[in-house]
């Protein structure tokens, strides 16, 4: 299965400011995907990165807060926008290489807001 | 989209055997099943995916009734580093549409005892 990398695996930021996060996998794949996982919860997707054209958002997200860029078929960001203390979650990366086979996930971005 | 229903918890002693059933009710007939493991700090880890009968791998093993309204994850002889979130998906590749949609539910929480 493909290597997903996630750049920062963590960080802590000030309410306001902006946080993009890198998404870097080792292969080419057919679908990126950004979920946020809440403390003791489950995964939640945000959105699907479609690549060179605008992502496409659940029900609750919105491009102005999350914007996302995939530029090609091996890299993916994720930009959390003026950040509250609500933000503070894990976010990760997930792929599918292929139609037919199973995603596979990146071991998340840990977010803090103070 | 199928919505899962699993059990919130599950205990367990070391060297038994573990089976976690997912009740999804109104799986579509594209869909397939796959299971996920999660351990704090780390992003899900595939553990197995089907379709309908039983799948085994070197980990797990897969049951799904002819219906395919539920599923079963087994686990050979648990050891403590099983103990982990495992969480049943449904979903994948529309074939139709192009589209790609699995969704978390809650997940099963497995604590193995010594």
């Known amino acids: 299965s493909a290597v997903i990398s996630q750049k920062p695996s963590r960080d802590i930021c000030q309410r306001g400011t902006s946080l993009t996060i890198q998404c870097q996998v080792d292969?080419?794949?057919?679908?990126m995907f950004w979920y946020r996982q809440q403390p003791g919860q489950s995964l939640t997707l945000i959105a699907t990165?479609?690549?060179?054209?605008?992502?496409?958002?659940e029900s609750g997200f919105v491009i102005d807060k999350f914007p996302i860029s995939r530029p090609n078929l091996t890299f993916s960001t994720l930009t959390v926008s003026n950040m509250s203390p609500e933000d503070s979650s894990i976010y990760l990366c997930?792929?599918?290489?292929?139609?037919?086979?199973?995603?596979?996930f990146g071991d998340g971005t840990r977010l803090s807001i103070l | 989209l199928a919505k899962t229903t699993q059990p919130i918890s599950m205990d367990s002693y070391e060297g038994q055997e573990v089976n976690i059933t997912c009740s999804h009710n109104?799986?579509?007939?594209?869909?397939?099943i796959t299971w996920y493991q999660q351990f704090p700090s780390q992003g899900p880890r595939f553990i197995i995916q089907?379709?309908?009968t039983k799948v085994t791998n070197e980990v797990a093993s897969l049951f799904i009734p002819a219906d395919r309204k539920s599923s079963t994850l087994s686990l050979p002889r648990v050891s403590l580093s099983d103990t982990a979130v495992y969480y049943c998906?449904?979903?994948?590749?529309?074939?139709?549409?192009?589209?790609?949609?699995?969704?978390f539910g809650a997940g099963t929480r497995l604590f193995v005892k010594a």
């Open positions: 990165a479609n690549q060179g054209s605008e992502a496409t958002y």
């Open positions: 089907g379709y309908k």
């Open positions: 292969s080419q794949v057919t679908m």
């Open positions: 998906l449904v979903g994948g590749f529309n074939l139709n549409t192009g589209g790609f949609k699995t969704i």
């Open positions: 997930s792929v599918v290489g292929e139609v037919g086979q199973p995603q596979h």
């Open positions: 109104n799986i579509a007939t594209n869909d397939y």
